[in-house]
C-alpha cells in the first residue's frame, strides 16, 4: 500500500468514525500541519455527509441554550483573566529592569482593556493594563495615571510588519458607539506617551482602551478592525 | 426546519462578530439536527445534551472558521457535531457510559429521512445509497453502524465476529469501493 493510499484510508476511517481515541488525536494533530491529509478528510467528509440524512431530528430540552450562553460568557470572563494578576506583578518587575523582547505580533491585533469591570480603591491613581495576544506573552503594556492623565504604552514583544501602524483607541458610552481615535503608535520598540488632558478622570476609569493593527497612515475607515482579546486594567501597587 | 441556508449563513457570520442574538436563531432553527445526531451516537439523553452544549460552544468559537464554498453550513456543524460526540463516546466507553434503552438494530436500519435537506444533497444521498447497495449486506452494514451510531472497530469486531484484523480489511475494501463508486 502506498503512503498516499494510507493517508486515504486513515482519513476515512477518522470520519467514519472507526479510530480508537488515540489515533483519532493522531490525526487531529496530524491534519493542522499536513495538507494532504486534511484534503483528504475534507474529501471523505463530502462523500460520506449525505448519510446525515439518515439522523432524525430530536428536541433538546428547552433551557439548554441559556446553559450554553453562559458557557460562553464564562468562556469570555475566562480570557480577561489569562493573565493571573499575581503573574502579572512579576512580569512587570522584570519587565521594569529587563530590556523589551521583540516577537512577531498577530497580523491582526485588537486589544481592550475593559476598566469599568475591575473594582478599583479610591486611592489609587495609577493603573497599568497589559494588551497580550496569547496565554503567556503580552504585546503592550499600558500605564495611565489619572491625575496627570497621561498614558504611556510600551511594547513588550510588539513588532511591527511592514505598511503597518498600531493605533490607540478609546471607547466610552459618553463618547458615542464608535471608538475614538488617540492616535497611532509609530514604532513598535519605543513607548509611546499620550496625554488625556482631554478626558474626564471618571471618563478615562470607565472607559476601554484597545490597539489595533492598521495601514500605514491609521485605519482608512476611522474605526478598529480585527478580533478582540481582553485584558483588564489593575492598580499598581506604591 | 423553515430556515433557509442563507438565513443560517447571515446567523453564523453574525455570531463570528459576537452578536449572540442571531447565535440563539442558528441555536433554534439547527439544534434538533445536531441533537438527533449526538443522541444516535451517545444513546444518552442527559450526556447527549451535555455534549451538544459543549458542541455550540465551539460552532460559536469556529463561526469565522466556515468557509462557504466547501461544505453547506449543516454539513458543517454535522461535522463538528459527530466528531464530538465519537470523541465523547471513546472517551466515555472507558468508564462504562450509561446507554438509555434504546434499540440499537431498529435505529441502524432506521431509513426514514425526515430532514427535507436541497435538491442536489437528496442527489448526493441517492448516489450514495446507490454504491453503498453496491456493497455486501454485512459490509453495508458495517459502514452504516460506524457513521451513524460510531461503531468503533473493537465494536464491529464484537458484532460480526470477526477478529479486528479483519474489520479493518473489510472497512478499507468498502471505503475503496465506495470510493471508487462515487468517482470523486
Redesign the interface.
Known sequence: MTDREDI??LA??YV??????DM?RIVDERRSHEDDLNAAI??W?????????????????RD??P???A??EE?RVQADNIVEIDLLKRKLARWRIGTFATGALAASLMVAVLVSDFATPVQDRQFVAVFHRDDTQPAFVMSIDLDTRAVIIRPVSATLPEGKTYQLWIASDELGPAPKSLGLLENASVPTTRSLGEFDPALLRNATFGISLEPEGGSPTGRPTG?AIHGRLIPVEH | MGTSTRDLEQFLARAADGD?DAF?HL??AT???L???V??ILKNRAQ??DI??EI??RV??HA?DFEPG??SI??WM??IA?NRA??AL??DKRHDAVVDDFDIDQLAD??????A?DAE??D??R??EICLGGLDDDRRKM??L???D?????E?AERFAQPVGTIKTW??RS??Q??EC?G?
Open positions: 486515504d484510508m476515512a476511517e467514519l468514525g472507526t479510530l480508537d481515541p483519532r475534507a474529501d467528509e463530502k462523500r460520506l455527509s449525505p448519510l446525515n440524512a439518515h439522523y432524525r431530528d430530536e428536541i433538546p430540552s439548554l441554550f446553559g450554553i450562553r458557557r460562553i468562556a478580533p | 449572540m440563539g441555536y433554534h439544534s434538533a439536527k441533537f438527533g445526531i443522541l444516535r447527549s445534551e451538544l452544549q455550540y460552544v460559536w468559537e469565522g466547501r461544505a449543516i454539513t454535522a461535522t459527530r465519537i470523541d471513546r472517551r432506521h431509513d426514514d429521512l425526515s430532514v435537506d444533497r437528496n448526493d444521498l448516489l450514495l459502514v452504516r460506524a457513521y451513524l460510531g461503531f468503533s472497530r473493537a464491529l472497512l478499507h471505503l475503496k465506495l470510493k462515487l470523486s
